[in-house]
């Protein structure tokens, strides 16, 4: 018989990059009395890695749990970027309903429409909620609107038009069930969870099911698996078996040796759990995302969805440049090997495969911003390795025609930028489906882009609109082969010899392009230090010192002034390198070089290619 179990309430919260996810669930944990009174609480506690703090991003879903007049509520923080979906769909499957969280100013955006998406592919009730109504251009009545118009356009089931609304500002921590009126605190939203979003129902005198939907990592206890107990309980020392929806073949007989449930930001350990609850499940060496944990006697799998395909791949290298090793604590094969493998623990969306060489491994992710993190992640913790230019993976269909990853760019500009970022796009085989006037003077561009198109953009973006534009995007299934592209119609300085850079050589070299170092550099022969104006690369000396005669002329040993570097950050770096380059990652340093450091070889690579 199937019983809903009134004490516990399962939601997600969703929401496109910014409009403030991780700020609310802060504000719902604090004011259940999760904290202390008197308890040092850091901003975004969710977001727990380094990354996610300097970047203001929530990269992997997070569960907390608060409880308010006495019933549980297990709340889920899940990520707003397309490179990150692969958190949010399968997270959707441990909960009963969603908080869809819209910024009152910003209103619908495209990953607010792709989140909303997949919640409604699983049927879930929803929860609108209108955050940040106390910006001073907030126009929550539009917004509301807006929303209604995504669910019409989505063909969502006439019950979700009526969802509740409920406006909140997570900054100051109050929520109110009317545009006008201001709240006092949190109290109406968790009156509509429990009002709204139905209790979980199951079977508890059935045989376990416990879907894994997260694995969590940690050094002492290895992989912990993370799931909703959909039939049955689950205990402590009992044995179940694993099966998988989409691996048919797969039974192994394991047995749980902890058990935990989510308490504020706490695991807490349980003897045993019932249906509805979320659990994180310790002992199981392999235990992997979408298995099903059943009791001995009648193992059924959960249907899964499969996660979303990696859609763009790179390399990684170990490092064999002339600097190589003396930066970085971690530089050999096994080392990275290591750690590219490790990663697969708690990263679904990330596949790592190894190459006819030892030296390389190709690492396929979601996007650019998915493999940056990653890289950053590595160089933080001491690695050192090369990686190549990003590339799109390519399909074939089935009449043997080459597709390839396509995405939807949502561009958001001032309306004097509009010209020069259809024409940008336009080159990168980008195609224009729309484009109307949006709130604050702005313009709103919507194209049809090959994921390569994008690659290395985003940059030249920010300079074309001053810093003004905004840019989504959303993986849009793949598409025939547009044709090639040329990445980068600049050519790179390259460094000649071995050596320290000198202000001499520099000043002489900064006529050529732009430089990316400044004096008292370590170069070495084939390093690029530099983009040139033109569409082939220079090879400079700028180790080279004044040769000193005995006249001195009045004038001419004038201080030598050099323009500053343009000093490239990770994500600047990728975008840059073309394809016969590299970037050198060390925790102290980010290096382009050449693939062929050798000028004659590299000419000779050259000539055959043409």
Do not use: W
Request: negative net charge; contains cysteine.
């Amino acid at each position: 018989m199937k019983q809903k179990r009134e004490d516990i309430r399962n939601v997600a919260i969703i929401a496109h990059v910014d409009h403030g996810k991780t700020t609310l669930v802060d504000e719902l944990l604090k004011q259940s009395g999760v904290f202390r009174a008197n308890q040092e609480v850091a901003e975004r506690v969710m977001d727990s890695n380094d990354i996610e703090r300097e970047r203001g991003i929530t990269i992997l879903s997070k569960n907390t749990a608060v409880t308010y007049k006495n019933t549980k509520i297990n709340i889920v923080d899940t990520p707003g970027h397309a490179d990150f979906g692969g958190e949010v769909e399968r997270v959707l499957k441990m909960v009963n309903g969603v908080v869809l969280v819209v910024d009152a100013f910003e209103g619908v955006m495209p990953q607010t429409k792709f989140v909303l998406r997949k919640a409604l592919e699983l049927k879930l009730p929803l929860i609108a909620c209108v955050n940040k109504i106390d910006r001073p251009e907030a126009r929550p009545e539009e917004v509301v609107d807006e929303i209604l118009e995504l669910l019409i356009d989505l063909e969502a089931d006439e019950s979700l038009l009526d969802c509740p609304f409920v406006f909140a500002s997570a900054k100051t921590g109050t929520a109110s069930l009317s545009a006008d009126e201001e709240g006092t605190d949190m109290q109406p939203l968790f009156e509509t969870i429990l009002n709204y979003i139905p209790a979980p129902e199951g079977d508890p005198d059935a045989g376990t099911q416990v879907l894994i939907s997260t694995i969590d990592y940690n050094e002492y206890v290895g992989r912990i698996g993370v799931g909703k107990v959909d039939n049955g309980t689950i205990a402590v020392n009992q044995e179940v078996v694993i099966v998988n929806h989409h691996e048919p073949d797969k039974q192994k007989k394991v047995k749980v040796s902890k058990l935990y449930e989510f308490d504020g930001l706490s695991k807490v350990e349980v003897k045993e759990a019932g249906i509805g609850s979320i659990v994180a499940i310790s002992g199981i060496a392999d235990i992997h995302i979408g298995d099903t944990l059943c009791s001995v006697d009648n193992p059924a799998p959960i249907p899964f969805q499969k996660i979303s395909e990696p859609t763009i791949a790179m390399h990684f290298i170990v490092n064999d440049s002339p600097l190589a090793g003396q930066e970085g604590k971690y530089v050999t094969s096994r080392h990275l090997r290591d750690r590219l493998f490790r990663e697969l623990n708690t990263d679904v969306s990330l596949r790592v495969e190894e190459t006819d060489t030892t030296e390389a491994f190709k690492v396929s992710g979601r996007g650019e911003l998915h493999l940056s993190v990653l890289i950053e992640n590595m160089r933080r913790e001491g690695y050192e390795f090369a990686v190549s230019k990003a590339e799109v993976l390519y399909h074939t269909d089935e009449n043997g025609h080459k597709t390839e990853p396509m995405e939807i760019a949502y561009v958001d500009v001032p309306e004097e930028f509009s010209g020069t970022v259809i024409q940008k796009l336009s080159t990168r085989k980008g195609e224009l489906l729309s484009m109307k006037p949006a709130a604050g003077g702005y313009t709103r561009l919507e194209f049809s882009i090959p994921s390569r198109g994008l690659i290395g953009y985003r940059g030249e973006f920010m300079t074309d609109t001053k810093g003004n534009g905004i840019m989504n995007t959303s993986f849009d299934g793949y598409g025939p082969y547009k044709g090639d592209l040329a990445y980068r119609a600049k050519g790179s300085l390259i460094a000649f010899e071995d050596g320290e850079t000198i202000t001499y050589g520099l000043y002489n070299a900064q006529e050529r392009g732009t430089l990316f170092v400044g004096p008292g550099v370590k170069v070495y022969s084939g390093m690029v230090i530099g983009e040139t104006g033109r569409t082939e690369d220079i090879e400079l000396n700028v180790c080279k010192k004044k040769q000193l005669t005995n006249t001195r002329a009045s004038g001419s040993d004038e201080a030598l002034r050099l323009s500053p570097p343009r000093i490239l950050s990770l994500e600047q770096a990728l975008d840059f390198i073309d394809t016969d380059e590299l970037l050198e990652v060390t925790p102290e340093n980010l290096r382009i070089r050449k693939k062929i450091l050798d000028p004659t070889l590299r000419k000779r690579a050259g000539f055959k290619k043409n």
